[in-house]
């Protein structure tokens, strides 16, 4: 689904200062040269992104706005790049998002929304968004973002009790990691997990489980792995199981979309 390709963008990573390490997983500065198309797999990072120059299309519908923020979904999304469409992601942490914004997470799980409309200060956002163009290089981009999410932070440490949560979830993505399981771990109700995980993630426990599962998967994948070896190695009970959830997730079986998008 690329009208370039990738080895055609232009891609800067950053790793977040310390005062940002448990919110932010990392920043991406990536630009593209020409019309660009992509497809993206269901995630449980939060984003915020800051585009600033160009555009870019949501699911060939959603000019996506100059600060956006997009929340763990379930779903595919594609996007078309506009030529030369720059764009700044600070990739959230899955309990980090919940630390800059004021509503709980799951309000805005699955959508992509103006900055400006969850933490209001548009003529803020327009002056980064002005900053961030004239900027000299992107370890400044970097630098103008960080100053910015840290302005706005709630709070400088995600909740403890969902942190164990995501980490005791991301110790294996097997069947085996039941939620009734982390509740005993964590030391709340399950109803009482489940409702705090989806405030503070954005989605339910076992969305969770089976979103990562699904990522994992893709990215052995892209190894050259074979599709039994991923799906045993992903922590599916077996390649139908896996195939399954994978085309429930997608649309389409694991070897049509991989084919489609290599």
């Not at 060939?60 to 600060?67: M, V």
């Not at 989806?198 to 969770?208: L, N």
């Not at 489980?209 to 991923?230: E, I, N």
Request: hydrophobic share 40%.
């Amino acid at each position: 689904m690329q009208a370039t390709p990738v080895s055609q963008l232009r891609i800067y990573q950053e790793a977040p200062s310390p005062a940002l390490s448990r919110i932010i997983k990392r920043f991406l500065v990536i630009e593209f040269p020409s019309l660009h198309r992509d497809v993206h797999l269901p995630e449980t990072n939060a984003v915020a992104a800051f585009s600033f120059r160009g555009a870019c299309q949501i699911d060939g519908t959603q000019l996506a706005p100059a600060a956006a923020f997009t929340g763990p979904r379930d779903f595919l999304r594609t996007h078309e790049h506009r030529q030369s469409h720059a764009v700044l992601l600070a990739i959230f942490a899955p309990v980090g998002a919940h630390t800059f914004l004021r509503l709980p997470l799951d309000a805005v799980a699955g959508s992509t929304v103006s900055l400006a409309e969850l933490i209001g200060r548009p003529d803020e956002l327009h002056r980064l968004n002005e900053r961030l163009n004239t900027a000299e290089t992107h370890r400044q981009r970097v630098a103008l973002v960080e100053q910015f999410l840290l302005a706005k932070m709630r709070s400088s440490t995600p909740d403890p009790l969902m942190s164990a949560a995501v980490d005791w979830l991301e110790r294996g993505t097997t069947d085996a990691k039941r939620i009734d399981h982390l509740a005993r771990y964590i030391g709340l109700s399950q109803s009482a997990l489940e409702r705090r995980f989806k405030r503070i993630i954005g989605v339910s426990p076992k969305q969770f489980v089976s979103l990562a599962r699904l990522r994992w998967a893709a990215q052995l994948q892209a190894t050259g792995a074979d599709l039994t070896t991923v799906a045993h190695t992903s922590g599916y009970f077996d390649q139908s199981h896996f195939i399954k959830e994978f085309r429930r997730a997608t649309g389409s079986a694991p070897s049509a979309f991989f084919r489609r998008t290599d």
